[in-house]
């Protein structure tokens, strides 16, 4: 069965500061790679999503990931985080079979300090 | 356009009590796919339907738990004989297609406390 870890629970950064969360999955086969942020009272959506080819991403509001085939990983970054990036950041995967039910890491809760 | 809606958006519920949460999907989504988020957890998958077809119910947790989708739209989630471990968010995801290359949408959730 896959899974998906994401090591750091409880982020605090200040405005103008990087971001790397990271996320780790474990599974044999081939897969696909998303990241869902839930911004404080919004539904879950997507941020960026990796299939196949450039293993960097660009996602929306400036945030990318990278896939790491070697690591397992695929770690979210941005360069300057902004205040109105507070929110839960969940790392998913899908295998590349048939039906693409998720499997959530636990979540990452940014606070971002003016 | 009009996203997934889900109802009723908070459930109380006294234990042994039976329950249905309802998911309108987005128009025209073949896929739609029920997870259950537990306080601090993320999202856990339930089961998925493409049309009114329940291709997977894996993850319902134990034969209480019942779903479906007859028409193909709407879907409806039934708890029987609620428990206290049942309290979480339910949340409805659709998709226009059942491969991951196309995006799930998800729902406002229903949050259920069972007391």
């Known amino acids: 069965a896959q899974s998906v870890s994401q090591h750091n629970h409880h982020v605090i950064l200040s405005e103008a500061a990087s971001l790397e969360l990271g996320c780790n999955y474990s599974y044999g086969g081939t897969v696909n790679l998303f990241w869902y942020v839930q911004y404080p009272g919004q539904h879950l959506q997507l941020l960026l999503k990796?299939?196949?080819?450039?293993?960097l991403v660009k996602g929306i509001k400036g945030f990318e990931a990278e896939f790491i085939k070697s690591k397992f990983s695929f770690n979210l970054r941005k360069p300057s985080v902004q205040w109105s990036d507070t929110a839960e950041y969940f790392c998913a995967v899908t295998n590349t079979g048939t039906a693409s039910k998720l499997t959530f890491g636990t979540g990452t809760r940014l606070q971002v300090t003016l | 356009g009009a996203g997934v809606s889900q109802s009723p958006r908070y459930k109380v519920a006294k234990r042994g009590q039976d329950v249905a949460l309802r998911c309108d999907p987005i128009?025209?989504?073949?896929?739609l796919f029920w997870y259950q988020q537990a306080l601090g957890q993320g999202p856990e998958f339930l089961t998925y339907?493409?049309?009114?077809?329940?291709?997977?119910k894996s993850g319902l947790p134990s034969d209480r738990f019942f779903a479906e989708r007859p028409e193909g739209s709407v879907s409806t989630l039934k708890i029987q004989r609620t428990q206290q471990e049942d309290s979480a968010v339910y949340l409805c995801?659709?998709?226009?297609?059942?491969?991951?290359?196309?995006?799930?949408?998800f729902g406002p959730g229903t949050r259920l406390t069972v007391t």
């Open positions: 990796y299939f196949s080819g450039d293993p």
């Open positions: 995801a659709s998709s226009l297609d059942r491969r991951s290359s196309y995006e799930q949408y």
């Open positions: 128009s025209g989504h073949v896929s």
């Open positions: 339907f493409q049309n009114e077809a329940q291709l997977d």
